[in-house]
């Protein structure tokens, strides 16, 4: 399987196609990538998971812009990679310095580094969104950690990566979280629970899930990503893809309050789940 | 007379973080406290400690204080519990997950009550107002019929929110109950 990504997240886009091939090797093919979101991160760090656990071979074509290839260094997707993962490409010298303030590297999520992870994602949120509005897009990211140690975790591991924009170019401040998991997916999990077990398709299934209540216990539960958009919408514009299966979800909330829900068939299934959050703040 | 409990116990959730995410950190803060409660003698009241958290979700709100709360009743470990040390998201936590599983409790600092208490907030006050109190003199207060005051009380019960001890009736032709406000 040949997977290339161009332009800004195509790993978010429902058209995205991977080239099936003969061999069991799967390519994920960057070298025209000029941006790198938390999404990309996570998402190649899952599907080379996903593949070594299959015993199958992966190979990573980095970046050819070398600052695109020292970014993603630095956001520790190398060292996150199985090895059985062949990184092809010029790889700079690693010079880092602290910039635990701006972002989250990749980073395994399990319960035991979860504590870690919310206290990291915590403080990122505050520094770059203030005290209270920081605090309300940490619940908001924490019901997206919840569900991925919850019901993600799976052999093939979720990952988590976090990104603040200052808004120099854009104007706008921004934070992105993305995680990614190999677990049992939206529609498998809402399946376990009898009222649910009549769902078929991922598309409903993340359409349901945005619903409160929908859950996959008969617990009096499922109210995470209704939740996350309440919150986190309150503080700011708002967007939430997620994508399990073959479905593909897209949630804004708006600064007037109005949310919008998409919902799509996804060309490229994936096993588990992706999230991807961006809230946005005027400078 | 019934002998009156007279300790306090605090249990500070800051040690678990400040910012509680899971369902998983939410269960293990709840057993640690049940652990903490049966390990030590009855208790009069319970603060529950939020000083240092800055935020938690609503699922660890959830597997922590509502199923705490859905067990309280049946408990007998502590007579009264309160909530202090909360900012405001942590509060908003707390009053999304005590709403939806209509359940309340005590506010240490405002001395109001959070979560599903549209109907006991007014009783909760008129409690407070007369500190110590009989069934009989709520529903005067109220204006309403004495079971309603009953109902209204043992709710309160059961969220903590009041104690009550057993005492001889005010004719001494019987016993009843005499409901007091934590302090």
């Known amino acids: ?283 | 007379m019934k002998t009156t409990r007279q300790g306090t116990i605090t249990f500070p959730v800051q040690p678990y973080g400040q910012f509680l995410f899971t369902r998983a950190a939410g269960a293990t803060a709840r057993a640690d406290l049940e652990e903490r409660l049966r390990r030590s003698d009855a208790q009069a009241l319970l603060t529950i400690d939020f000083t240092g958290v800055t935020a938690m979700t609503n699922s660890f709100a959830d597997e922590f204080l509502g199923k705490f709360y859905t067990l309280l009743a049946a408990e007998n470990a502590v007579e009264a519990v309160q909530l202090g040390g909360l900012n405001e998201e942590t509060r908003d936590a707390v009053n999304v997950c005590l709403q939806r599983r209509k359940q309340f409790a005590v506010d240490a600092e405002s001395r109001t009550l959070l979560g599903d208490a549209e109907v006991l907030a007014d009783t909760y006050r008129c409690a407070r107002e007369l500190n110590t109190f009989r069934a009989a003199e709520l529903a005067e207060e109220l204006h309403i019929s004495l079971p309603n005051a009953n109902n209204r009380l043992k709710r309160l019960l059961e969220a903590g929110a009041l104690r009550r001890e057993r005492s001889a009736g005010p004719d001494r032709g019987g016993k009843e109950f005499i409901y007091s406000v934590p302090a």
């Not at chain 1, 195509?10 to 790198?36: G, K, M, N, S, Y």
């Not at chain 1, 319960?111 to 870690?116: F, G, L, Q, R, V």
């Open chain 1, 1 to 283: 399987m040949l997977l290339e990504l161009a332009g800004r997240h195509p790993l978010l886009r429902a058209d995205l196609t991977p080239e099936r091939r003969a061999d069991q090797v799967v390519t994920i093919d960057a070298t025209r990538l000029r941006f790198i979101s938390p999404l990309d991160l996570t998402a190649v760090a899952a599907l080379a998971h996903a593949t070594a656990v299959a015993s199958s071979k992966s190979v990573l074509r980095l970046p050819s812009d070398p600052r695109v290839t020292s970014y993603l260094q630095r956001m520790d997707l190398l060292a996150q990679l199985p090895e059985s993962t062949i990184a092809v490409g010029a790889v700079p010298f690693d010079v880092r310095s602290d910039h635990h303030t701006t972002l989250l590297e990749t980073t395994l999520l399990t319960p035991e580094t979860a504590p870690d992870v919310s206290e990291r994602i915590g403080l990122l949120a505050l520094a770059n969104l203030g005290a209270s509005p920081g605090a309300r897009v940490a619940r908001s990211v924490g019901e997206l950690i919840d569900n991925a140690v919850s019901h993600g975790h799976g052999q093939a591991g979720a990952y988590i990566a976090a990104q603040a924009y200052t808004g120099k170019t854009t104007g706008t401040r921004r934070l992105e979280v993305a995680i990614c998991d190999n677990g049992i997916g939206v529609l498998a999990h809402l399946c376990r629970n009898p009222d649910h077990a009549g769902l078929t398709d991922s598309e409903t299934a993340l359409r349901q899930a945005l619903q409160p209540g929908i859950s996959g216990t008969r617990d009096s539960r499922g109210n995470g990503l209704p939740d996350l958009l309440r919150q986190a919408g309150t503080t700011g514009p708002t967007r939430l893809v997620v994508r399990s299966g073959s479905g593909l979800v897209r949630a804004a909330r708006h600064r007037t309050g109005m949310r919008t829900v998409s919902t799509l068939a996804a060309a490229m299934p994936i096993q588990g789940t992706w999230a991807w959050l961006r809230v946005s703040f005027a400078p």
